[in-house]
């Protein structure tokens, strides 16, 4: 609540590694930017965006830059409304200042308790693993006809994990599925799908694929079963999204298989998955109460719905920020010559970056594009979250279940691994390119105008 702190630290946040010393990271981000056009045009691309992208779903950086400046306008206009709510809770608390950049997060908090007031404890009970998973196991019957039966007589690598075969309707195996849901120590934490074995064609015969998710959730007490959050929950749906393109996968070579896909495609069979899951119908399914079985109440599911627009022109604009930032270094034709800063701040200036925003990610803190693998790449994280909403309103339109879309996505998408161009494989199953409009209304996007 101490404004003058809060400036303080946010301060030092937005200027790590940028404050003139041995650990200052300016120089570094030019250079490497530098030698990443370099090698591109001795390769013979015009710049590194084009070396990195031409095996992406985007295929140009023009592709992917069009997307996110389709976006940028409706997010920034959100995000202004959402600064003058911002500032109308100021004038409350008696400032009259302009809202600034270390107001936002304090003030969007408060707004979200006077508003929504949404209790993680509430919610908890209705979302027990056990339930979950029966969830999970029912949208892929309903989906797929999969089958699902666990297996008691097969090695595992520690006590908690589950087996369990996976079969089509009709009885025939499709894989084995290993799940390890809880933290222990030595056990790295965050969640994730890997493959023990890879699906291939052998012989003219098809080798059934091994795969595992791995989570840490929440673990059984002594008087509770293990009882997740909603995040938690979508993080289950996701993962076995990931699974099921490993299970499902059905293709010749096994440098092709499941999740060998481009970075801008492997999200959509993980992220679609997430919108069964917080689809009330489908929830009501699932999330019922560890202890009297009831159903999950319509109001708790409405004010999950509710908050779950709120922030989200912030949320989306410092997002598209550091995606266009991205863009803007690794689109250069030739050297770039300013500094980094200076290089950070024409970039955002381009697009009209509000000065109470900055980039999720500032030059000097660029952590996944100059050290992890996402140089030109940052933008792939929204490219699959219009692909999953836009997916996803196809179901949403002709039925949650609809057994010929459901067909066509495990024909085109979950069954093809990287053997095909992904623009190509959804268009055959939609029969049509995606369109950024379903994801704006699922962030509230589409409300200002
Ligand atoms: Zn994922």
């Known amino acids: 609540s101490n404004r003058k702190l809060r400036q303080e630290i946010w301060n030092a946040y937005q200027m790590r590694a940028n404050n003139g010393n041995d650990k200052d990271n300016k120089e570094l981000a030019i250079k490497i930017s530098n030698l990443r056009g370099e090698k591109a045009r001795l390769l013979g691309y015009e710049t590194h965006a084009d070396y990195v992208l031409e095996k992406s779903m985007a295929k140009n950086p023009e592709t992917a830059t069009k997307l996110l400046m389709d976006l940028w306008t409706p997010a920034l206009n959100m995000a202004n409304k959402e600064a003058s709510d911002i500032k109308e809770m100021m004038l409350k608390d008696g400032i009259k200042d302009e809202v600034q950049p270390y107001d936002w997060?304090?003030?969007?908090?408060?707004?979200?308790?006077?508003?929504?007031?949404?209790?993680?404890?509430?919610?908890?009970?209705?979302?027990?693993?056990?339930?979950?998973?029966?969830?999970?196991?029912?949208?892929?019957?309903?989906?797929?006809?999969?089958?699902?039966?666990?297996?008691?007589?097969?090695?595992?690598?520690?006590?908690?994990?589950?087996?369990?075969?996976?079969?089509?309707?009709?009885?025939?195996?499709?894989?084995?599925?290993?799940?390890?849901?809880?933290?222990?120590?030595?056990?790295?934490?965050?969640?994730?799908?890997?493959?023990?074995?890879?699906?291939?064609?052998?012989?003219g015969k098809r080798v059934a694929p091994v795969v595992s998710i791995v989570c840490n959730f929440t673990k059984p007490t002594e008087n509770a079963p293990a009882l997740l959050t909603f995040d938690e929950v979508s993080t289950f749906f996701h993962e076995f999204g990931h699974a099921l393109h490993g299970l499902l996968s059905n293709v010749t070579y096994e440098s092709l298989a499941g999740t060998s896909v481009p970075r801008d495609f492997v999200e959509l069979p993980s992220q679609i998955m997430e919108n069964w899951a917080a689809e009330p119908e489908v929830m009501k399914m699932y999330a019922k109460h560890y202890k009297t079985g009831e159903i999950i109440p319509d109001a708790l599911i409405e004010k999950m719905q509710k908050a779950g627009t709120f922030d989200q022109g912030f949320v989306t604009t410092e997002y598209l920020a550091a995606s266009i930032l991205d863009m803007a270094y690794h689109t250069q034709k030739a050297d770039i010559t300013s500094d980094a800063e200076t290089f950070e701040k024409e970039a955002m200036n381009k697009i009209n970056l509000p000065s109470t925003i900055i980039p999720r990610y500032r030059s000097t803190y660029f952590n996944h594009i100059f050290a992890g693998g996402y140089s030109a790449g940052y933008y792939s994280y929204i490219w699959s979250g219009v692909l999953d909403t836009d997916a996803f309103e196809v179901f949403k339109i002709n039925g949650l279940f609809n057994s010929d879309y459901a067909k066509s996505f495990r024909k085109n998408v979950l069954e093809k691994g990287g053997t095909e161009d992904p623009m190509e494989l959804y268009k055959s199953f939609k029969g049509a390119e995606p369109s950024v409009e379903p994801l704006l209304r699922k962030r509230g996007l589409n409300q200002v105008k």
């Open 105 to 203: 997060r304090y003030y969007t908090e408060k707004i979200r308790k006077e508003r929504f007031n949404l209790d993680e404890q509430e919610m908890k009970p209705y979302f027990s693993l056990e339930k979950t998973r029966e969830g999970v196991f029912t949208v892929c019957e309903k989906l797929y006809g999969l089958q699902f039966k666990q297996l008691n007589n097969v090695p595992k690598y520690h006590e908690d994990v589950t087996v369990w075969e996976v079969t089509e309707a009709n009885g025939n195996h499709v894989g084995i599925l290993y799940m390890d849901f809880h933290p222990r120590t030595s056990k790295r934490g965050g969640a994730w799908m890997t493959s023990y074995r890879t699906q291939k064609m052998e012989n």
